[in-house]
């Protein structure tokens, strides 16, 4: 159950192999975390995140294997997630792939991107969301990113996505009112992580243990939106105010 | 409550982490037997007046059986025992005996719970040291459980009655109760007031005085830094100054000639409602800071056998209806433990650990407990308690109270299970070593394990 802190003593995580979530289930199991289904495409890379997870703290770590381009699998992963765990206390979705500037004009890639970073959230949260609701509480924390308020030149595809998961994501707490299920969008800045190496610094950075830090805060406050950094909320509000022709202009 | 698909959300009185089941209003013992009947692993537990804490009183996914229709009570008879259904509160039986001359054995600090709940959280009130906790005076109780309505008492399945006294509700539905009530001939209490400037002293005036009067409490001021710089400035302890209040019910003839009347009178009903919406951060540290000092600064040196109000004395908050909207939308928690009493250290060590990290805290409450009752899940142990109400925003207070938690257990005490909705599981089994007394009356009473609450489930007791 979770506590009146929001913190989770079960936990599923959909891109369990991501850097971010990897903070995020540590910072989790240091305090009540216990059961963690991590799920994920790369059995490596789950194994080595379990592992982690293992000696921060959780007791049982269970994984379960998904591919994000297959959207008719979204529901079926989602099931097994919950089949292995129990009772879920917290969902935390941070599946997406980013866009790189030579991708953006290739069909393909750019399917890719929107079906991993859009399409297949959205079914699997759908599903998430109808277990929980049937367990009368629950979680979903849906990681999403800055470039979602205002979507940038520079990975304008990704940002897309984002934006759509984001506005999906609010209306789907939204409709869960009086459920007991609760979900929060954390918006996040740009991390150094495996999915941004080789990118140059970006404004408005962060790094995966402050997006941990925020989270466990975030869980505490029930804020539908999470800013990461919290001062990124104003500089966004901001944001849209600037006209797009000079928006267009800003280098990324 | 709000409506949702298919059932209620419910939250304890801390007003977070609410979650959503279907609730039932069963008219009697039998309809409660049939939800029992009907239960499946989802579970089913039983919800009064809501005013535990935590999630007690909650049930994700599964049946709350709310026990309003269960209300009702028999005429205090001449030995002073009176019948009570469970889901009665302790508001209506006292306005329904007190013109009689009967009082609650044990009150805690609100009328408005059930006997049930009374029974299931083993309720204290100022008397403990004395009188001992609610379960104490209950001489018989009806449960209906699983596996059917079960009438028990000390002599017959004692094992039962001492596992639902304190159980949180998890060995099934108390249906009704058989109490046995204090007689009192004024609705006024004679009371002594002492202020002091820090914790030691307080502690040490209630361990040598306190068993000459039957009720004692202290309020503990845990304000932090903010007044403890003004109060070294004038070469006085800052952190733990309190206010003593000790007293006995008046007799007739400790009252002045005028109010000498004929019977003692009923409560008033509350004035005053906090409503619905209540703007964010109004109970933060500075107002937090300015209510304890104005309370203090009311409050006498020393006075002698002043004549109060009983309903005053007892259920201060009373008066006002909803009281915990005033924190807001996060909700609050209250954290109460009970130490040994040669480990009073521990309470030192709580209000400095509080005020150190700035923690806001309304006056917190220090009282001594007398013999626990055999209950494997009762609260009470002999020594201290220490209850405080904080706010869920306040910034660190998730580990400063995993912290306390830790120096409680070491020290052989335990937490408040009716306040808590944050324990973790490990601890809990140091605190309360009889646990698995618990489990077995469960087993033989409810085979399938249908009984169980949301606190159940996040403290691993299924």
């Known amino acids: 159950m979770l506590d009146a802190f929001g913190q989770p003593q079960s936990a599923v995580v959909l891109g369990g192999t991501s850097d971010l979530a990897g903070a995020v289930v540590r910072a989790l199991a240091h305090r009540r975390l216990r059961t963690v ?13 379990a592992s982690s997870a293992a000696a921060a703290g959780a007791e049982h770590v269970r994984t379960v294997r998904f591919d994000a381009l297959d959207v008719n699998d979204a529901a079926r992963a989602v099931d097994e997630c919950f089949d292995v765990a129990g009772p879920v206390d917290l969902l935390l979705l941070a ?3 980013l866009s790189h500037r030579e991708d953006e004009l290739d069909p393909s890639r750019t399917a890719e991107v929107v079906t991993a970073t859009y399409s297949w959230p959205v079914v699997a949260l759908t599903r998430a969301a109808a277990r929980m609701s049937e367990q009368g509480y629950g979680r979903i924390v849906v990681l999403s990113s800055l470039v979602a308020v205002r979507v940038p030149r520079h990975n304008f595809v990704y940002g897309s996505a984002k934006a759509g998961l984001d506005a999906f994501s609010i209306g789907l707490g939204d409709s869960l009112l009086g459920t007991g299920v609760i979900v929060q969008v954390v918006r996040l800045g740009r991390a150094p992580t495996k999915m941004t190496e080789g990118l140059p610094d970006a404004p408005m950075s962060t790094t995966p243990d402050a997006v941990a830090d925020a989270v466990i805060a975030g869980l505490g406050s029930r804020a539908q939106v999470v800013w990461v950094p919290a001062a990124a909320r104003w500089a966004l509000a901001l944001a849209r105010f600037v006209p797009q022709s000079l928006w267009r202009r800003i280098p990324g | 409550m709000r409506e949702g698909s298919g059932g209620q959300l419910l939250s304890g009185w801390g007003r977070a982490g609410a979650t959503r089941a279907v609730v039932q209003t069963p008219r009697d013992a039998e309809g409660i037997l049939d939800l029992l009947s009907e239960a499946d692993g989802r579970g089913i537990v039983a919800r009064g007046l809501g005013r535990s804490y935590g999630d007690a009183a909650q049930c994700a996914g599964g049946t709350v059986v709310d026990t309003v229709r269960l209300a009702g009570t028999s005429a205090v008879d001449a030995s002073g025992e009176v019948e009570v259904r469970a889901g009665t509160s302790l508001d209506t039986l006292v306005r329904r005996s007190v013109p009689d001359g009967w009082f609650l054995p044990v009150t805690p600090g609100t009328r408005q719970v059930t006997v049930g709940g009374a029974i299931a959280s083993d309720v204290h009130g100022k008397n403990h040291h004395v009188d001992g906790g609610f379960s104490r005076h209950v001489a018989a109780m009806t449960i209906a459980t699983p596996t059917g309505l079960r009438r028990v008492s000390r002599a017959e399945d004692g094992e039962l009655f001492w596992a639902t006294a304190g159980g949180m509700g998890l060995t099934g539905v108390v249906t009704s109760a058989r109490l046995r009530m204090l007689e009192v001939d004024t609705d006024r209490m004679l009371v002594d007031t002492d202020r002091f400037v820090d914790l030691d002293s307080v502690m040490a005036a209630m361990e040598e005085g306190d068993d000459r009067y039957r009720y004692s409490v202290a309020w503990v001021d845990c304000s932090g830094p903010i007044r403890a710089k003004a109060s070294r400035a004038r070469g006085r302890p800052g952190v733990g100054r309190a206010v003593l209040t000790r007293g006995d019910h008046a007799r007739v003839r400790d009252l002045p000639p005028r109010r000498r009347r004929s019977a003692p009178s009923p409560p008033d009903r509350p004035r005053l ?12 540290r500075a107002s937090i800071a300015a209510f304890n000092e104005a309370w203090y600064r009311r409050a006498p040196r020393h006075r002698e056998a002043e004549v109060q109000p009983m309903w005053r004395f007892f259920h201060p908050l009373d008066g006002v209806a909803e009281w915990n909207r005033l924190y807001g939308r996060a909700g609050f928690l209250q954290y109460q433990f009970a130490v040994p009493p040669s480990r009073g250290d521990v309470v030192m060590a709580a209000v400095r650990e509080l005020s150190a990290q700035r923690i806001p805290s309304f006056l917190a409450v220090l009282k001594r407990f007398g013999p626990s009752s055999p209950g494997p899940l ?28 830790v120096m409680v257990a070491e020290s052989k005490g335990r937490v408040y299970l009716a306040k808590d909705s944050r324990l973790r599981p490990d601890v809990l089994a140091a605190m309360y070593p009889r646990l698995a007394e618990l489990s077995s009356v469960r087993r033989r009473v409810d085979p399938g394990g249908v ?12």
């Open chain 2, 273 to 284: 409602r906090v409503p619905r919406c209540v703007p964010r951060g109004i109970l933060n």
């Open chain 1, 95 to 97: 599946v997406g792939v």
């Open chain 2, 378 to 405: 009762s609260f009470p142990i002999p020594g201290w308690t220490l209850a405080l109400d904080v706010p869920l925003g306040a910034e660190g207070l998730s580990a400063c109270l995993d912290r306390l938690d």
């Open chain 1, 37 to 49: 289904v991590l799920a994920g495409r790369d059995e490596e890379r789950l194994r080595s995140a």
């Open chain 2, 451 to 462: 009984v169980r609450s949301d606190l159940s489930r996040r403290l691993g007791l299924d």
